[in-house]
T-cell receptor, first 112, second 114 residues
Framework: AQSVTQLDSHVSVSEGTPVLLRCNYS??????LFWYVQHPNKGLQLLLK??????LVKGINGFEAEFKKSETSFHLTKPSAHMSDAAEYFC??????????FGQGTELSVKP | DAMVIQNPRYQVTQFGKPVTLSCSQT?????MYWYQQKSSQAPKLLFHYYDKDFNNEADTPDNFQSRRPNTSFCFLDIRSPGLGDAAMYLCATSRVKGSTDTQYFGPGTRLTVL
């Protein structure tokens, strides 16, 4: 069975400092992994996607994530936070049959 | 731009009064999904259509129904809304149901039950 654990329910950073949102997964086969972002009262927007090609995945808005099979991790990073990055972030694994398994979400706050 | 559209963005209904939420897509995707998202929680899949094939999640209440009259449109019907059904309802689409396929989400409809 597949599962996703986001290790922090809330992360707070200052504008201009690096962002690290942590995600661990469990899967019996090579998974497809996604990061989605959700701003208040909005739908989910795809940030990036890993599908067994390059282990370092670049996404939109300067975000990237590295797939580490040995650590079963898929952490999301950004070198420099912007105020507009404040949102909820979901790490997601795509189970067989296309069903998405969501992490619990991490709320990112960005302080001026 | 190809996209997933949900109407209305905000819906207010009364306890027990049927309500219908609408989703349309211009992506020509085969699969359409409905999720329920309550405050500070991850989205929860209610059901999905693969073409005309309806797939209900085991724990979706009978109060929730769906219709897909054509490829572009999908509706969520709540027959007798209760206070616990107040939530954000998200529609998503994907080309097929493969494990590498991306689901594209609409902006959501926030449902309030009075």
């Amino acid at each position: 069975a597949q599962s996703v654990t986001q290790l922090d329910s809330h992360v707070s950073v200052s504008e201009g400092t690096p962002v690290l949102l942590r995600c661990n997964y469990s899967s019996s086969y090579s998974p497809s992994l996604f990061w989605y972002v959700q701003h208040p009262n909005k739908g989910l927007q795809l940030l990036l996607k890993y599908t067994s090609a390059a282990t370092l995945v670049k996404g939109i808005n300067g975000f990237e994530a590295e797939f580490k099979k040995s650590e079963t991790s898929f952490h999301l990073t950004k070198p420099s936070a912007h105020m507009s990055d404040a949102a909820e972030y979901f790490c997601v694994v795509n189970a067989q049959g296309g069903k998405l398994i969501f992490g619990q979400g991490t709320e990112l706050s960005v302080k001026p | 731009d190809a996209m997933v559209i949900q109407n209305p963005r905000y819906q207010v209904t009364q306890f027990g009064k049927p309500v219908t939420l609408s989703c349309s897509q211009t992506l020509n995707h085969n699969v359409m999904y409905w999720y329920q998202q309550k405050s500070s929680q991850a989205p929860k899949l209610l059901f999905h259509y693969y073409d005309k094939d309806f797939n209900n999640e085991a724990d979706t209440p009978d109060n929730f129904q769906s219709r897909r009259p054509n490829t572009s449109f999908c509706f969520l019907d709540i027959r007798s809304p209760g206070l616990g059904d107040a939530a954000m309802y998200l529609c998503a689409t994907s080309r097929v149901k493969g494990s590498t396929d991306t689901q594209y989400f609409g902006p959501g409809t926030r449902l309030t039950v009075l």
